[in-house]
């Protein structure tokens, strides 16, 4: 269930991450290509913003906003009235203290950096308590008994003290806003409640997942399922160990390990003899135990291209708001989607195709899908089926939404039947889980009532064991998503952010853990903050695990003053171990095309792949590529062949990008095809597909 807190501590969090977004020079900001740098403490005065909360008593933790602090926190001297207050953490622009026990009444509050002040800023030391400590998250979040976790929240204190299940903790190390305790042994396996005693109380409970230990890892699946040497990829599955980094080998070569907890592991590609070669990949701990093996594919890369693009087989299909799906052999399904034809509302496609590299064509699917579909999502699974979930469909009244799914089998080249979803829904997005379970999140549906289709904020989850869905989460995401971000990323099992509710474009994000299928909005209620509100954004997770949120639009809702959402990116890291987890900071793109309905892609070599754009013909027929911060931007050294939106971006196993389909109405009337963006581009939907050749 979402955790709770007192409402002092939930309207604390709450401003901090909002005051947090809207900080300038967060942790890894750089000066962009076009714009946007960060700013620095210089050589003037420190100059305080605002402090949260501007009223507390003795021993409360305060946040103090600003900007030319001290980049080491200990070396700011901050003082209520006269009085000096312990400085916990802090940057160039925003300071962690404990206020000082000092009297009652008007103190206001001073930094000094060297021998520069800042002028006062009001702050009221009250009568009262201390608030009792508030939890954020813990990472992990389960593990057995000796587990190491690492807990963040609010209040904890100096001396905080922890208990799991009822047994007391070993706090390993402790400071107000953070500790490090010891799962209890003798704890039986099951949830268990983790509580933090401080000057102010005890906190409310969060609960960890006490396992079995001495049971084997368990590998569910590979992100993506081939690639080159030296590439990122994520493996999915649980026991992968906690303390120490497990052993991961790739045809019995040592693979680089990044991060990693118990259910997720990033790791680079090792050279392997004999490439191209399918290898099984084995995860050890450290105790010695190994998962079962999985099948990945290393490859050669392409002939370099120079960073142009080639034309590749046209599609058998014109194709927009389709989907492709990279299968475990290399190849690309791509399914469903409008065609262009036979007028508003396009009956959609239920045709399928399959892309090979190897030979440059295209093969149809053997048979239909059960109906036309298109914004709806198709995901792999850990067997190699693909789940098709959704979309939009019509009749002659106009447009549906599908409940309906299929599941493709590539052995057989055929679709079947699905399942039925819980709730009817298209333009939603959809995630592969740790489990093998796909975790499907947002878009739009029917009203109750029958004829409106408007954003919902639901969350279902395939279950690969059953072959079911059941509901995704103990209580469903706080908005709606509507064609949002979804992606799995380092810290979260799942991270939605942005997209569209009903009153407009959301301007917050928030993530899904595995345990007890809870979402959070960031620490203990406190809604994770964007710098814009952004729909029709692109996603990507960053070589330094960050997330990164690239352009979208912000057609109901206005962004702050001077802020293009279509030509920004906003980066937050999600590993709740960084001091700025949870906190997005800004990149500005002055001098690169607006995005909007456009794709994102990672590279083999961390680099990113931006391209096309709902928004003007020259911006639908460009793209750009960015390093792999994501901090400066420049156009690729020839244009794709075709101007593209809603397209799809699929990385192959050599290394190249496919770009299929997309084009049509972009400004369509949204009750003719579920969407509409005012003023955007109009293409004739395309058939072309192209390779981008690093």
Do not use: K
Request: hydrophobic share 40%.
């Amino acid at each position: 269930m979402r955790r709770d807190v007192s409402p002092r501590a939930a309207a604390l969090l709450a401003a901090l991450a909002l005051l947090a977004a809207g900080a300038t020079g967060c942790e890894g900001s750089r000066a962009p290509s076009g714009g946007g740098a960060g700013s620095g403490s210089g050589g003037s005065a420190p100059q305080i913003d605002r402090a949260v909360p501007d009223a507390a008593p003795s021993g409360e933790q305060v946040v103090i906003f600003g900007r030319g602090f001290d980049p080491v926190a200990g070396r700011n001297t901050v003082r209520f009235g006269s009085v000096p207050a312990s400085v916990l953490a802090g940057n160039t622009t925003e300071l962690s203290v404990l206020v000082p026990s000092a009297p009652g009444g008007s103190q206001p509050i001073t930094v000094q950096r060297g021998g520069a002040t800042s002028p006062p800023f009001p702050f009221t030391i009250t009568a009262g308590s201390p608030t009792p400590p508030a939890i954020g998250w813990l990472v992990p979040s389960r593990g057995p008994p000796g587990t190491r976790v690492h807990l963040r929240g609010l209040f904890f204190g100096n001396a905080p003290a922890v208990t799991a299940g009822g047994a007391q903790a070993s706090v390993l190390t402790a400071g107000a806003s953070h500790l490090d305790f010891e799962v209890p042994p003798g704890l039986a396996p099951g949830p268990r409640d983790v509580v933090v005693a401080g000057p102010g109380g005890t906190s409310l409970p969060v609960p960890f997942e006490v396992t079995q230990g001495g049971l084997p890892p368990v590998l569910v699946r590979i992100d993506p399922p081939g690639g080159l040497p030296g590439q990122r990829v994520v493996l999915l599955g649980d026991g992968f160990g906690n303390a120490a980094a497990p052993d991961v080998r790739f045809g019995g070569v040592q693979a680089p390990v990044l991060r990693f907890d118990a259910s997720r592991i990033e790791v680079r590609v090792p050279p392997v003899p004999g490439a191209p070669a399918s290898v099984s990949v084995i995860v050890s701990r450290a105790a010695g135990a190994s998962s079962n093996a999985l099948a990945f594919f290393v490859a050669v890369p392409a002939a370099s291209g120079g960073g142009g693009f080639a034309p590749a087989a046209p599609m058998q299909s014109p194709r927009t708001r389709h989907t492709a799906t990279l299968l475990a052999d290399g190849r690309v399904l791509v399914v469903g989607g409008l065609d262009g034809r036979g007028g508003l509302p396009s009956p959609g496609l239920a045709s399928g195709e399959v892309y090979d590299p190897a030979t440059d064509r295209w093969t149809p699917v053997a048979n239909s899908m059960s109906v036309p579909r298109y914004d709806h999502t198709a995901t792999r699974l850990a067997d190699g089926r693909v789940l098709i979930a959704g979309g939009f469909g019509s009749t002659a009244a106009g447009i549906t939404v599908h409940r309906s799914t299929e599941l493709y089998d590539p052995a057989t080249n055929a679709f079947r039947p699905g399942p039925l979803m819980r709730t009817p829904l298209a333009g939603h997005r959809a995630v592969p889980l740790p489990d093998g379970d796909v975790l499907i999140v947002g878009g739009q549906t029917v009203t109750s009532g029958g004829g409106a289709i408007q954003p919902v904020n639901v969350a279902d989850r395939f279950d690969a064991q059953s072959g079911q869905f059941t509901q995704g989460a103990a209580l469903p995401p706080r908005f709606g998503r509507d064609r949002a971000v979804l992606l799995a990323a380092p810290g979260a099992a799942a991270l939605v952010v942005g997209g569209r509710d009903v009153s407009g474009e959301q301007q917050t994000a928030e993530w899904f853990e595995m345990l007890g299928g809870s979402w959070l909005s960031g620490a203990s209620g406190g809604l994770l903050a964007m710098q814009a509100p952004r729909q029709l954004a692109a996603g990507v997770v960053l070589a330094g695990g960050e997330v990164a949120v690239i352009g979208g639009l912000a057609l109901q809702r206005s962004p702050p003053a001077g802020l293009d959402p279509a030509r920004t990116a906003e980066l937050m890291p999600t590993d709740p171990l960084r001091p700025s987890a949870g906190v997005f900071s800004l990149r500005t793109f002055a001098a690169l095309p607006p995005r909007a309905a456009h794709t994102a892609t990672v590279l083999a070599d961390e680099r990113v792949l931006v391209v096309g754009s709902a928004l003007s013909a020259a911006a639908a027929g460009s793209a750009a590529l960015f390093d792999s911060a994501l901090a400066f931007g420049t156009p690729t050294a020839g244009s794709p062949q075709a101007p593209r939106f809603d397209h799809t971006a699929t990385l192959l196993f050599d290394g190249r990008v496919l770009l299929a389909g997309g084009g049509g109405e972009a400004s369509a009337p949204a009750s003719q095809l579920g969407r509409a963006i005012p003023g955007g581009v109009s293409l004739p939907v395309t058939d072309s597909a192209e390779l981008f050749q690093p």
